[in-house]
């Protein structure tokens, strides 16, 4: 599809949200007024419409461009963007280690059969344990530094890359393996030439994941962490204000969307150009 | 090459057995196998599904352990021949990698053995130039007919020059007419380079027209019931699959393996019967 294509079609869709959005406040929501004075009264009630569930569009984007605080002029959406920066900073790094890990133990797991079944028990089980539980035993251990919650993000990164690589390292066909044997190829061989481009679109489709979940995991080690700075940090606060100033939540909630979307898209720009070479259908 | 090179067989098998185990059970695939293949020779397999064909060229290639007995490829054990190279393989299905180009295929041994880019390259042309694909080096598998994709495992079987080439059903896949005009093409590449070939097939007609010499398998267990000299006339080609001495030999052929089944039918048990039907194909 063309680009103009795609972008009509996120624009129409975004319309439609606005639409839904200020549609459920027309049918439902608070009284609308402008300089105090009630100008359409809603003939229904919901609750999930009110201005506090629900504030208006324009009052996110308001919030959005007016100072953060008195007496500053850093906007809003400025110091939301600051913070996300610094999120993505933190997720892109706990991404980079989970991958390295992930395809490192599936790279292990393949090789050696004794140490798949010696450790993969603690792998699964690693990814019971609830995140905050254990995030406030590593920011115990490493300290309330930036480096906790990149071990936090890793922590939630590595295992679906783990899983992935394992099932693209095992995906090629055993006569590509009988012929790679008839060539007297050597494992490393094997690995290289047969096994690791076998297993790029299940990696990519690891990493997809992982993006998201990098993000996820630097937000939630924030609130523990201690870090001042941050998405994580800014919802947590945003939070404590949510019934005076509902509007500053839901920015920070519509960025931190917009970090995953875009680190989404990244993974995706690679995935493309590493999966040109493939048929069509492997980069989907 | 030397006149002992030359002379001795390119493989040679003694008593070679498989037993395949399955649990409490085992299952006899090969049997007393004993078969010489002389260098330039064109040799088809041939047996019902579960004779172990397969099996036995696998064993040729060091893919498969033989059970008892001895496989030695140009004097060599088969592991030292594999490891030395000895052999290309073609199977049934052409197992190209989708990631590289048709020339990049051709040249996987060559990279693997540790030949200069300059090297693999001038060989992948000449390969490409054998098999009649030189105007898609560039294209990928997934853009050629199956007929297509063999001809390029064909070529990337023969790029590091072996002097011996396996292929196990490798037109099985293919429509009935494509599978005719590879026939020609492979019979004109094999006369063009001597190479020995060792080729497993379940058609008839194939085995006629491709060989000097069919061996026909039977099954439970897997052994070699008949050596059949195949004395037509090369170059081989339409008038060929025309001639009568091509259909005596295919009903020679035929009644070969109808003998060889019934034989195997009285021998059997049918717990063997079926643990076989399972483990082999």
């Known amino acids: 599809m063309s680009l103009v294509g795609r972008v009509a079609i996120f624009v129409g869709f975004v319309a439609i949200i606005l639409v839904l ?7 439902g929501g608070d009284p609308w007024r402008v300089d105090g004075e009630v100008v359409w009264d809603p003939p229904l009630k919901f609750s999930f ?3 506090v569930n ?3 569009v324009w009052e996110v984007w308001a919030a959005m461009i007016a100072p953060l605080n008195a007496g500053t002029t850093e906007s809003l959406g400025a110091y939301l963007f600051w913070q996300a920066l610094y999120t993505w900073r933190e997720a892109a790094i706990g991404f980079a280690l989970g991958a390295a890990i992930g395809v490192a133990l599936a790279v292990a797991f393949v090789h050696f059969g004794f140490f798949e079944r010696a450790v993969s028990p603690y792998v699964i089980a690693s990814q019971t344990i609830p995140i905050v539980a254990l995030a406030p035993m590593i ?4 300290g309330q530094t930036m480096t906790s919650v990149v071990i936090i993000a890793t922590y939630l990164s590595f295992f679906p890359v783990t899983i992935a690589m394992l099932r693209g390292l095992r995906s090629p066909d055993p006569r590509a393996l009988e012929l790679m044997r008839s060539y007297a190829a050597s494992r490393r061989a094997v690995l290289w030439k047969l096994r690791l481009p076998a297993s790029l679109p299940y990696l990519f489709t690891a990493l997809k994941i992982t993006a998201t979940a990098s993000i996820v995991g630097a937000i939630v080690g924030e609130g523990p962490g201690g870090i001042r700075y941050g998405l994580g940090r800014a919802i947590l606060f945003f939070s404590q204000q949510y019934t005076i100033a509902p509007e500053k939540l839901w920015s920070a909630i519509l960025v931190t969307a917009a970090l995953g979307v875009i680190f989404f898209g990244i993974v995706r720009l690679a995935e493309l150009f590493a999966l040109r070479r493939w048929p069509e259908g492997f980069a989907a | 090459m030397s006149e002992a090179q030359a002379t001795a067989p390119v493989v040679q098998l003694r008593g070679v057995g498989k ?6 059970d085992s299952t006899v695939a090969l049997n007393d196998i004993n078969l010489d293949i002389d260098r330039g020779e064109f040799v088809s397999l041939i047996g019902p599904s579960g004779c172990g064909k397969s099996t036995l060229l696998r064993t040729i290639g060091d893919l498969i352990e033989p059970s008892e007995g001895t496989v030695q490829v140009n004097a060599k054990t088969a592991k030292r021949a594999r490891l030395d190279r000895e052999y290309g393989m073609v199977f ?4 190209l990698f989708d990631w590289r180009t048709v020339e990049e295929n051709v040249q996987l041994p060559l990279e693997l053995f540790g030949q200069n880019r300059a090297a693999r390259t001038q060989r992948a042309v000449e390969m490409l130039e054998l ?4 105007d898609f080096a560039r294209h990928h598998p997934y853009q050629l007919s199956g007929g297509m994709q063999q001809r390029v495992a064909i070529a990337r079987a023969l790029a590091f020059s072996p002097d011996l080439l396996l292929m196990d059903e490798p037109f099985g896949a293919l429509d009935e007419m494509t599978r005719e005009r590879m026939n020609s093409e492979l019979l004109a590449i094999w006369e063009r380079t001597g190479i020995t070939v060792v080729f ?22 897997g052994r070699i019931t008949h050596l059949i000299e195949v004395d037509l006339e090369r170059p081989r080609g339409l008038a060929t699959r025309e001639s009568p001495r091509y259909f005596e030999l295919i009903t020679t052929v035929r009644e070969a393996l109808r003998t060889g089944e019934g034989r195997a039918d009285d021998m059997s048990t049918s717990t063997e019967r079926t643990a076989a039907e399972g483990g082999i194909g």
């Open chain 1, 21 to 27: 959005w200020e549609g459920a406040k027309v049918v």
């Open chain 1, 139 to 142: 920011v115990f251990f490493v």
């Open chain 2, 200 to 221: 497993v097939t379940h058609s008839i007609p194939e085995a006629v027209f491709l060989s000097s010499r069919v061996a026909v398998m039977s099954a439970r267990p």
């Open chain 1, 54 to 56: 629900l504030p208006h």
């Open chain 1, 49 to 51: 419409a009110s201005d």
């Open chain 2, 92 to 95: 049934q299905a052409p197992v």
């Open chain 2, 131 to 134: 098999v009649g694909l030189s």
């Open chain 2, 19 to 24: 037993t395949f185990a399955l649990g409490d």
